[in-house]
């Protein structure tokens, strides 16, 4: 039988690594799971319900989430962002996140796009990338992503408004005591400062080549 294909895509937020993860899904013909979304996810319902992320309890909400969630338009916000990383704390949370992860990939394959995959959720995954960026080249683009009048005159201030958060997220992603954001030893790392999506991808589809041989 053929081993299963599962290629893992992390990095820290805004990096690229969910454009190219879906744009890689779509080249080889593979499943996409956005992991990052099932705790967005989990967070927003919290804050719909009225409770507070940093207080914990979070396992029902978690295990409520199905992949329906994933397409709601309001898990990209700021208070989301905080939620998220709060709830992606919880090992109760990560234990029940885990499971549909690892059910998702199935006997199938799939690109999985996160910040544990390589290292915790399919630390044997055929290939494992590490996608990465300057912080002002991600806040730049995860302004953008948001920005509603691209001309405003505060536009940088607002990009440093946002680069300060994505700062503080990555501090607290990789100093969390529980599947910490870091690299996995075996992975290839892309940086995707100064490069297009299409040149990302060129350079993810030759090392998928390179490793998958």
Do not use: C, N
């Amino acid at each position: 039988m053929t081993r299963r294909l599962v290629i893992a895509v992390d990095g820290p937020a805004a990096a690229g690594k969910g454009t190219l993860a879906k744009r890689l899904a779509l080249a080889l013909d593979l499943p996409y799971l956005d992991t990052g979304l099932l705790y967005r996810a989990t967070g927003r319902r919290m804050i719909d319900a009225g409770h507070d992320p940093a207080r914990g309890a979070a396992e029902e909400f978690a295990a409520s989430v199905g992949l329906e969630d994933l397409s709601r338009t309001d898990l990209r916000v700021p208070e989301v962002d905080r939620a998220a990383s709060l709830v992606a704390a919880q090992p109760a949370v990560r234990r029940v996140l885990v499971d549909v992860q690892r059910r998702f990939a199935g006997e199938h394959g799939a690109v999985l796009d996160g910040r544990d995959i390589g290292t915790v959720i399919f630390p044997d995954a055929s290939v494992k990338l590490f996608i990465t960026a300057s912080p002002r080249t991600r806040a730049t683009r995860r302004w953008e992503q948001l920005a509603t009048d691209p001309d405003t005159p505060d536009r940088e201030e607002q990009i440093t408004r946002v680069e300060r958060e994505i700062e503080a997220r990555d501090m607290a992603d990789s100093s969390r005591a529980v599947a910490p954001l870091r690299a996995a030893e075996d992975a290839v790392r892309i940086e995707t400062d100064g490069l297009s999506a299409d040149e990302v991808l060129a350079e993810a589809l030759r090392i998928v080549a390179r490793m998958t041989r």
